[in-house]
T-cell receptor
Framework: DAKTTQPPSMDCAEGRAANLPCNHS???????VYWYRQIHSQGPQYIIH???NNETNEMASLIITEDRKSSTLILPHATLRDTAVYYC?????????????FGKGTKLSVIP | ETGVTQTPRHLVMGMTNKKSLKCEQH?????MYWYKQSAKKPLELMFV???????ENNSVPSRFSPECPNSSHLFLHLHTLQPEDSALYLC?????????????FGSGTRLTVV
């Protein structure tokens, strides 16, 4: 699976949009981009995933560049409960069990 | 609750003890995973089970022994652990097919080896 690069930490003011970048310049055509987050001492939580089109759900939006070499996770109105470590992961799609390899992620701190 | 339940939430054990961690899911998932998260380190994949069959063992020491009696239950048997095995142990499940909603994780077992 392709390697990803994320900034180690970011701050965001409460109520503002949080934009978390991820570089995945070696991504292959059949690899999806997944985002998870981990609130302190809990298990990671799935947020969103996409292949090449932008995606939106009730939690966030995922913007993938046209060349697919980078993406941005957008939390439109960050709250204090969004303070967490955010992981960007790419993996191959397909049937059978699959593995997710977690990096160090971005520690997002939402500030009152 | 995520649908993946791990017990116990906290465990303190001596180096000569034998204990087991339990993970249970009723989401209809076919794949189950054990991850280890040590302090300030990324999650490390330990074991993968797909349809009750172990498909991955990431060079985990034999003092960790997984068991998957059915697709809904996963155990991690522990014996003669070392203090450096103290960590958060996370269980996850997934459909095992295609790309639905990724993994569902449990809340983890915080293990302290004394």
């Amino acid at each position: 699976d392709a390697k990803t690069t994320q900034p180690p930490s970011m701050d965001c003011a409460e109520g503002r949009a949080a934009n978390l970048p991820c570089n995945h310049s070696t991504i292959s055509g059949n690899e999806y981009v997944y985002w998870y987050r981990q609130i302190h001492s809990q298990g990671p939580q799935y947020i969103i995933h996409g292949l090449k089109n932008n995606e939106t759900n009730e939690m966030a939006s995922l913007i993938i560049t046209e060349d697919r070499k980078s993406s941005t996770l957008i939390l439109p109105h960050a709250t204090l409960r969004d303070t967490a470590v955010y992981y960007c992961i790419v993996r191959v799609s397909g049937a059978g069990s699959y593995q997710l390899t977690f990096g160090k992620g971005t520690k997002l701190s939402v500030i009152p | 609750e995520t649908g993946v339940t791990q017990t116990p939430r906290h465990l303190v054990m001596g180096m000569t003890n034998k204990k087991s961690l339990k993970c249970e899911q009723h989401l209809g998932h076919n794949a189950m995973y054990w991850y280890k998260q040590s302090a300030k380190k990324p999650l490390e994949l330990m074991f993968v089970y797909n349809f009750k069959e172990q498909t991955e063992n990431n060079s985990v020491p034999s003092r960790f022994s997984p068991e998957c009696p059915n697709s809904s239950h996963l155990f991690l048997h522990l014996h003669t652990l070392q203090p450096e095995d103290s960590a958060l142990y996370l269980c996850a499940s997934a459909t095992g097919a295609g790309d639905s909603y990724g993994y569902t994780f449990g809340s983890g077992t915080r293990l302290t080896v004394v």
